[in-house]
């Protein structure tokens, strides 16, 4: 158990909804990370943030959004559903704001009908 | 071509053999990860490395900053090392991933 958690563990909706996934970092960790793991495309860096910044972005499609609430739990918003989008969604968690050591939770499938 | 670049895609192996996994990349780099990915999906995270080597239980893990290349080395491979390995590199707080190995380890 790597201290990380996520909800829910699986989700299924139609093309065109809108969903949110919701993950809760490591206790003291800043920094949460989410990942999306397609079969097509592998693992692909989505966003970061810190201490309730965004940190950093890689391809994160404008349909999705992300944000850490003070809490540093945080949630991944993903609108307009396409079928390609289903997929499993990861967050992980670590200590610093630089790349460290990551913990990651157990994923959320998403699957678009 | 992919900025990181994991070889083989596919390893069997018998039980007891020692196991290298290769990662080569191409773009400037402050961390490398290797990561394993179980068939259940959940993801540990094994090493991060930014130079030299480090060694967990079985587990050896080495870096070539100069060459870009680092290896993951499994020494008394066993059953329950099956899944996949993944290698990742932290790139201007980016993360690229390889499209993984497969490792499967017959008893």
């Known amino acids: 158990d790597s201290g990380v958690t996520q909800t829910p563990k699986h989700l299924i909706t139609a093309t065109g909804q809108r969903v949110t996934l919701r993950c809760s970092p490591r206790s003291g960790d800043l920094s949460v990370y989410w990942y999306q793991q397609s079969l097509d495309q592998g693992l692909q860096f989505l966003i970061q943030y810190y201490n309730g910044e965004e940190r950093a972005k890689g391809n994160i499609l404008e349909r999705f959004s992300a944000q850490q609430f003070p809490d540093l739990h945080s949630e991944l918003n993903l609108s307009s559903l396409e079928l390609g989008d289903s997929a499993l969604y990861f967050c992980?968690?670590?200590?610093?704001?630089?790349?460290?050591?990551?913990?990651f939770g157990p994923g959320t499938r998403l699957t678009v009908l | 071509k992919n900025e990181v670049e994991q070889s083989p895609q596919n390893l069997t192996a018998q039980e007891g053999e020692f196991i290298t996994i290769n990662c080569s990349y191409s773009?400037?780099?402050?961390?490398l990860h290797w990561l394993q990915q179980h068939p259940g999906g959940g993801i540990v995270s094994l090493f991060m490395?930014?130079?030299g080597k480090k060694k967990h239980g079985r587990l050896i893990a080495t870096i070539n900053i100069q060459e870009k290349h680092s290896s993951l080395h499994i020494t008394a491979s066993h059953p329950r090392d099956s899944a996949v390995y993944i290698c990742a590199v932290n790139n201007n707080n980016d993360m690229r991933f390889g499209a993984g190995t497969r490792l499967t380890v017959k008893p």
């Open positions: 773009v400037g780099i402050s961390a």
């Open positions: 490395l930014s130079s």
């Open positions: 992980a968690s670590s200590v610093w704001r630089e790349g460290r050591e990551q913990f």
